[in-house]
């Protein structure tokens, strides 16, 4: 159905596309004809972060931003949800025009600003759905435009404490580059300060609630080795839950000559693809095996979805790859991480005949 829809949904502006899909998601879940729109996966339980996943195929963040389709997204067949990125007020975001389709390198760029309706319309979404099935949710929270980097502690930890008895897990968001000067809270001090005080809070609402609900740090694929040593030093002393490799980049490596390849703001589909994860492949080598971390980034097939967990993914996330691929690509990206685990070990050698 999706190869039918797409030429009328790449005719549209990315943006009214974009919304217009969503719409269209929700429809054919109310009606029960989510069938014709996606065949769910068989099966393949994953158990990452203290938490058991149907599959590890999840939705990156930045699809849903208010969490206004949680139900309709599970039923296409993802393992988890992730919804966000939300911020403590309702804000715009930047002007449009703001997302553009790059067809020939399958890829995108955006700089939307955490468009959002804020966290208490999240939390009135989430408490409304019915999560059916046994797919995750996460949460993933940012800061307001206007609040100063001194002050951005404060944001997020009032989104904290708003999602945190409705999510299975929360993503903090430090990494977009639609932000001004968000990204600096990734350098060393920064992240340190950042994140030693959610995780203070963070245990003290676990004790309050009665569970803990893993909290992860999603970064940059613009971080330099030296910046890849600093943050995992200061992840693992933090003994944060988990890292998520990576947002989406600056850089416009693979996309030279496109009509819109000068436009601002983050670059994600098939050209990110390489950056992200050798970013996930160094920060794998550096940060201890009990944090496990999660693939995203240019992933467009089954086989870039074992490429990732190759590099080091417990867990993958696409986003891009269902503009230019549709729903099914949910599906071969579970049958294709199921047949990577299934075969025979690659250090067995056969007995000579």
């Known amino acids: 159905m999706y190869s039918l829809a797409r030429p009328f949904l790449f005719g549209l502006d990315a943006e009214r596309a974009h919304g217009l899909g ?17 065949r769910a996966p068989k099966p393949l339980p994953t158990k990452v972060l203290g938490l ?12 849903d931003k208010n ?10 067949g993802f393992g988890f949800v992730e919804i966000g990125t939300v911020t403590p007020r309702a804000q715009q975001g930047n002007p449009r025009p703001r997302m553009f389709r790059l067809p020939e390198q399958q890829a995108v760029i955006n700089r939307l600003g955490f468009n959002n309706e804020g966290v208490d319309a999240l939390v009135r979404n989430v408490s409304k759905a019915r999560r059916r099935g046994g797919g995750l949710l996460g949460i993933n929270i940012g800061k307001n435009k206007d609040t100063p980097n001194d002050q951005a502690e404060r944001d997020y930890l009032h989104c904290l404490e708003r999602v945190y008895p409705l999510a299975d897990y929360i993503t903090v968001n430090i990494s977009s580059p639609n932000t001004a000067g968000l990204r600096e809270l990734q350098e060393e001090q920064s992240l340190r300060r950042l994140i030693g ?12 609630e009665g569970r803990r609900v893993p909290m992860l740090v999603k970064i940059a694929p613009d971080l330099s080795d030296d910046d890849i040593e600093a943050a995992s030093r200061v992840l693992a002393e933090l003994r944060v839950d988990g890292v998520i490799a990576t947002n989406t980049t600056v850089a416009r490596e693979g996309v030279e000559g496109s009509a819109h390849a000068g436009e601002a703001g983050g670059l994600s589909g098939r050209p990110l693809m390489a950056q992200a994860t050798a970013v996930l492949r160094r920060m794998r080598t550096r940060l201890p095996e009990h944090i496990p971390m999660v693939g995203v980034g240019g992933i467009l097939s089954g086989a870039d979805a074992v490429t990732k967990m190759a590099a080091g993914a417990s867990l993958v996330q696409v986003y891009s790859g269902l503009v230019y691929r549709g729903p099914a690509l949910i599906g071969e990206c579970v049958d294709a991480i199921r047949r990577r685990k299934e075969a025979p070990s690659r250090g067995h050698v056969p007995p000579q005949i």
């Open 22 to 38: 969503l719409s269209a998601l929700e429809t054919a879940y109310r009606s029960g004809l989510n069938p014709l729109v996606a």
């Open 52 to 63: 058991s996943f149907p599959n590890p195929v999840g939705l990156a963040a930045g699809l």
């Open 67 to 76: 969490g206004a389709h949680i139900d309709a997204l599970l039923a296409l």
């Open 197 to 208: 005080n959610l995780r203070e809070a963070q245990e003290t609402f676990a004790a309050r």
